[in-house]
T-cell receptor, first 115, second 111 residues
Framework: AQKVTQAQTEISVVEKEDVTLDCVYETRDTTYYLFWYKQPPSGELVFLIRRNSFDEQNEISGRYSWNFQKSTSSFNFTITASQVVDSAVYFCALSEWNRDDKIIFGKGTRLHILP | EPEVTQTPSHQVTQMGQEVILRCVPISNHLYFYWYRQILGQKVEFLVSFYNNEISEKSEIFDDQFSVERPDGSNFTLKIRSTKLEDSAMYFC?????????FGDGTRLSIL
């Protein structure tokens, strides 16, 4: 069975600090996708990144970076020099690599960036 | 950039009434999905739809729920007799290749 665990329910940091959101996943599939989504207070889901299970290269996009470690089944997300606009709920998610690729979401981490 | 559009943004319905949530997926997409998010909880898969039939459904998607793609552009979710616990945000998604593209959601409030 597939499962995504985000152990941090809520995190508060002061603006300009770096923050890492943890994600651990379980799957029996050898091929799968991993995702991060941002959900601001307005409620929509904002797609941040998708990685496939063959690509363990870390990725950086501006202040955002992602660390994919297959050996520990983790896909952590770091925000560098956090800003108040980063305040949101962040969801890590997993899907199988097949036609019917439902997305399994973690419970989310609520991130508060304090001014 | 093309978007998945959901209407209405907020729907208020009396318990026991039928409700239809509407989605217009991106025009060349072939795979369609509904997800649900109860307030403060995680997003949960409801159903996937491909080639005019349900591909997979979750335990949540019981006989009260149905989906339809009536005209090749809309993708609807119907709840036949709403319950209080159906109050949630409902997200539609579609894709051709990866990833799924999500709409902004419809907040359903059951009174």
């Amino acid at each position: 069975a597939q499962k995504v665990t985000q152990a941090q329910t809520e995190i508060s940091v002061v603006e300009k600090e770096d923050v890492t959101l943890d994600c651990v996943y379980e799957t029996r599939d050898t091929t799968y996708y991993l995702f991060w989504y941002k959900q601001p207070p307005s409620g929509e889901l904002v797609f941040l990144i998708r990685r496939n299970s063959f690509d363990e290269q870390n990725e950086i996009s501006g202040r955002y970076s992602w660390n994919f470690q297959k050996s520990t089944s983790s896909f952590n997300f770091t925000i560098t020099a956090s800003q108040v606009v980063d305040s949101a709920v962040y969801f890590c998610a997993l899907s199988e690599w097949n036609r019917d690729d439902k997305i399994i979401f973690g419970k989310g981490t609520r991130l508060h960036i304090l001014p | 950039e093309p978007e998945v559009t959901q209407t209405p943004s907020h729907q208020v319905t009396q318990m026991g009434q039928e409700v239809i949530l509407r989605c217009v997926p991106i025009s060349n997409h072939l795979y369609f999905y509904w997800y649900r998010q109860i307030l403060g909880q995680k997003v949960e898969f409801l159903v996937s739809f491909y080639n005019n039939e349900i591909s997979e459904k979750s335990e949540i998607f019981d006989d009260q729920f149905s989906v339809e793609r009536p005209d090749g552009s809309n993708f609807t979710l119907k709840i036949r007799s709403t319950k209080l616990e159906d109050s949630a945000m409902y997200f539609c998604a579609s894709r051709l290749d990866q990833p799924q593209h999500f709409g902004d959601g419809t907040r359903l409030s059951i009174l």
